[in-house]
């Protein structure tokens, strides 16, 4: 920094106005740091034609033609001290004149800090030859050095010079290229397109086209050419051409151009629901999906925020999920929205964030409906927990409420009631089962009328029901069975007819009477037989003293071990249909007991007992070899192998040697095991654990495996997957009404679609009348079996059937 403190202000301006150079003395501004001009000599003035003025202060934009970086370095010079040198261009009355500029910083006068800027103008030569000279050094320099590649030719299409790039592009020499015609690096395919755009060219126009270059090895290149007319005087007598390799750029656009066709395929034709909402959640594009999801028409959604759609109650949940999508995160959740024609549904919404430059521009959103779904597994867990024909509370629902019960409330009592309808027997074998089951739906309905926060009601199986009491005493169970007997002893009209039907109860507590479930259910079962066998219609509590309660068992018991003895169980046989093919496909054996004296006893009556009593084993056993002796009867007479579906009950599936005692009978009689069907109820999947080894060893065995009775049972479904099953049998007591009752037919159309996605073979028992052959038949059902094809006949009369059967004559 140079200082002068001995000379003022006035004095430096007079020394500076007599000096033949244009000076300027600038300062900078505390404010915006600008360098204002403080002082011009009368050089300075007459150069640009400027003026200080109070009412028009100059900076030094105003002086020199100037550059950021140009300022910058002046602004530097001030504060470093130190005389630079630079070359600026000094605005000349509105003209431009370069100069060379001395930049002295200095100070003046108790510290004051001036920038002193002198100007030179250079050599008037250099500015007259500079621009020939600059133009010829930068035209070579540009043509030796740009990635461009420039081709010369002559009027008729000869190469007469190429640069660097040129030869690089096509892999030549250039002693080898030059004279060649420019349509020898031009794959054939192009050469009338490339002769047209030639043409062009020589008629005066600047052409740009692509065409498919060949380089010396062949490969082939996409050319980008601008070609331009080389004119002496008014004559044509060349072309320049400047080309570009777009080889990997036509490459990128081919690809864009297809991701951009597969994603509005992808976009248009989804079967799922695709829309674009920009930041604001309103709608910029959407699918044809959108439109059936929503009801509303497109117009009626672009630019419209999807918020309308929303339920309220999920409103402000889904718009934070939409927030947090906008900061780059993909969103998923369930949600809800109302269709235009009202109706709720329950969506799986996927939001993903455009970004572009990282930025986020906008949200994709696939969404699936998922109310189809939710409704299903809605209606599979009620089936799971009711009774399809009372709509009551089932068995697993009662272990279910009794587990939590006591979890919740151990040290308090509660009160199993086992109800056992008296004389029900009676109203099926004289009404029908049709009306046994409307006198079950009314019962139900008055137990319904007993429910409160203390009491559940459960249909535990036929007549039999169980109700939950908590937090009870033995004077609230006596009055509460006594009301209990007075309205279900009221009698039911049925077809006209008052049909009484009365109660009988038998009560068991907690702890008293045990503190498991199954345990506080039996000793409630003995007390209602003790009801039954001493009045009817009335209660009894469990005691330990109870008198002979099972001396009927035990007289029933040794009836059935002299029936094993003399053989008096005979097995029926009811033929199973195919749906597709109208043939019969196999046949379900159904014990029966011809009891002496007695007629035939159905299985309902004595099953149960020898299922507790252990019976049911030889029993099981006697079926078996049965069955396989039918087979080989039906085949010696001429019919070809119809397989059988044997029932096992749960004593009998957890026999220690049951897969060894199939075995031997299968194979001492010759039998084929994929004649075999094992049917199993659902409540054996209650253990999976335990039953899952023993299908496996079955399964192995070749045998095919039948869920009975479907739908009416366990059904938490995961049994589905992990066992070896082939077949479902839907219950009867959802075929019958179905042609009558939507409900029931929903239950069924579940089912089958159900079987059907976990590839399961559908079999429909109960069916009794044409139409519901006509309705399982749209449905889908797989086979029939009911007493419209036949009801349960010998193995004699199975070969008759067989020989004379005729679906459409049924």
Known sequence: MLTISDLSYAALTSLLNISDLSTFLFSQNTLDKELELSYMNQKSHEKTGLSITKNRPLNVN?????????KDQLIETLHTGIVTHQRLQLIRNKDITLVDVKVVPLTIENSQTFLLVMATNLDQAIFDEAPTLIDRLANRSLYMHTPHAIFVMDDLGRLLRTNPAGLGLLEYREDECINMHFTDFIDESDHSHGLKAFQAVLAGEVTETVLLGLTKSQEHRHLKIKGIPIQDDTKIVGIVGIVDDVTEEKATQDLLKYAQLQYKSLFTNNIETVATFDLNGKFVDLNDATITLTGYQREELLGRSFEFLLTSDVKALTLDFFNSA???????YE?????????????????????????????NCIVKDMTEKIELHAQLHHMAYHDHLTGLKNQMALYRDFDKLISEQPKDAHALL????????LINDALGHAKGDLVLKQMAMRLNEKLTSEVSVYRYGGDEFIILYKQTTFEKLTSFSQALIEIMSIPYLIDGIDVVNTPSIG??????DGIMLDALIKKADK??????????????????QLPAVTEGYLETEALLRKAIKKNEFVLLYQPQIDAVTKEIFGVEALIRWHREGHGIIPPNDFIPLAEESGLIVPIGKWVFEEAVRAINFWKDAGISPLPVSINLSIRQFYQAELVQMIT???????????????EITESIAMDATSALPILKELKALGLTISIDDFGTGYSSLSYLKKFPIDYLKIDQSFVRDMTTNKDDRDIIESIILLGHRLNKVLIAEGVETREHVDVLGQLGCDMFQGYHFSKPISKNAIIDYYTTFNFDQQ
């Open 507 to 512: 009560i068991s507590t907690y702890p008293r």
């Open 664 to 678: 031997s009978i299968l194979t001492e009689a010759n039998i084929d095991p994929a004649l075999i069907t094992i």
């Open 418 to 425: 086992f109800i056992d309808l008296d004389r029900f027997k």
């Open 62 to 70: 105003d002086i020199f033609n100037i550059h950021r970086a140009e």
């Open 326 to 332: 906008q900061s780059g995160v993909t969103k998923e």
């Open 527 to 544: 007390a209602m037989y003790f009801a039954k066998r001493e009045k009817k219609s009335t209660f009894q509590f469990y005691r330990d």
């Open 335 to 363: 949600t809800k929205i109302i269709h235009k024609q009202g109706k709720v549904l329950n969506i799986y919404v996927t939001l993903i964030p455009i970004v572009v430059d990282d930025d986020i521009k906008g949200i």
